[in-house]
């Protein structure tokens, strides 16, 4: 059965790891306290302050306390719900302000254009949150990549090693397991979407090895015919 739709992931797939660990977090960090105090009574911005003082059992923090709660939650790696929702403000606001452009590799970039102009629906799955995966296609060093994208998906689809996650997707995309080509550079990933009935193809962009299915060392490899 020929491949209808290709879902890949981002970091270390369409773009850099380094670009999310090296640019995203860092920009993050510096920018939370400043956009904190500025943005406090905003709705958006206090329901999540709210929700720190709840999660850390400090209901009287003052925004200077949520703030050093912030700060120590990015420390320890703690991947809280209203950490990331604020990250994800700081980053919206970086992004719309040009600070901040999405990296995708250039053969990615291309590779993705030809898919969509052939009529591959294409979709993402990363663990990032789907409004952090919209922002670095929707803001991409190469443009506004957004309108190639049929549909994102985050780990409210599951976890990305787990063979469920690859069926919850094909469900929802609508198009069977077997007719989703799905990129990653992560063996596990790719070993759980195989369980599920998905094909797959690893990008191996810094020359390792993903053992056990079709090995690429970028876009430009991948011909979603012969997969
Ligand atoms: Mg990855």
Same mark, same amino acid.
């Given at each position: 059965m020929p491949i209808k739709a290709i879902l890949t992931d981002i970091e270390g797939t369409t773009s850099a790891v380094s670009f999310v660990f090296d640019v995203l977090f860092p920009y993050a960090t510096r920018h939370l306290p400043d956009f904190v105090r500025q943005h406090a009574e905003?709705?958006?911005?206090?329901?999540?302050?709210?929700?720190? /003082?709840?999660?850390?059992?400090?209901?009287?923090?003052?925004?200077? /306390?949520?703030?050093?709660? *912030? *700060?120590?939650?990015?420390?320890?790696?703690?991947? @809280?719900?209203? *950490?990331?929702?604020?990250?994800?403000?700081?980053?919206?606001?970086?992004?719309?302000?040009? =600070? $901040?452009?999405?990296?995708?590799?250039?053969? @990615?970039? =291309?590779?993705? =254009?030809?898919?969509?102009?052939?009529?591959? @629906? *294409?979709?993402?799955?990363?663990?990032?949150?789907?409004?952090? =995966?919209? $922002?670095?296609?929707?803001?991409?060093?190469?443009?506004?990549?957004?309108?190639?994208?049929?549909?994102?998906?985050?780990?409210?689809s599951g976890p990305k090693r787990e063979a469920q996650s690859y069926r919850h997707i094909s469900e929802a995309i609508g198009c069977p397991v077997k007719q989703i080509l799905f990129l990653s550079d992560i063996v596990e990933e790719l070993d759980a979407a195989r369980q599920a009935g998905m094909l797959t193809c690893g990008l191996a962009r810094d020359g390792g090895e993903l053992p056990g299915h079709p090995n690429v060392s970028n876009f430009a490899e991948i011909d979603p015919t012969t997969l």
């Open positions: 905003r709705p958006d911005v206090a329901v999540q302050l709210g929700a720190v /003082r709840l999660d850390s059992g400090e209901p009287a923090a003052d925004v200077e /306390r949520v703030i050093e709660i *912030l *700060l120590g939650w990015i420390a320890e790696d703690r991947k @809280a719900t209203p *950490l990331k929702a604020l990250q994800g403000m700081v980053w919206q606001q970086g992004y719309e302000a040009g =600070q $901040l452009k999405g990296h995708v590799y250039p053969d @990615a970039v =291309q590779a993705l =254009q030809q898919w969509h102009a052939r009529g591959y @629906a *294409l979709y993402v799955y990363s663990s990032g949150s789907i409004q952090a =995966q919209k $922002l670095i296609f929707g803001c991409s060093e190469a443009g506004d990549l957004s309108a190639l994208f049929s549909g994102y998906f985050d780990t409210t």
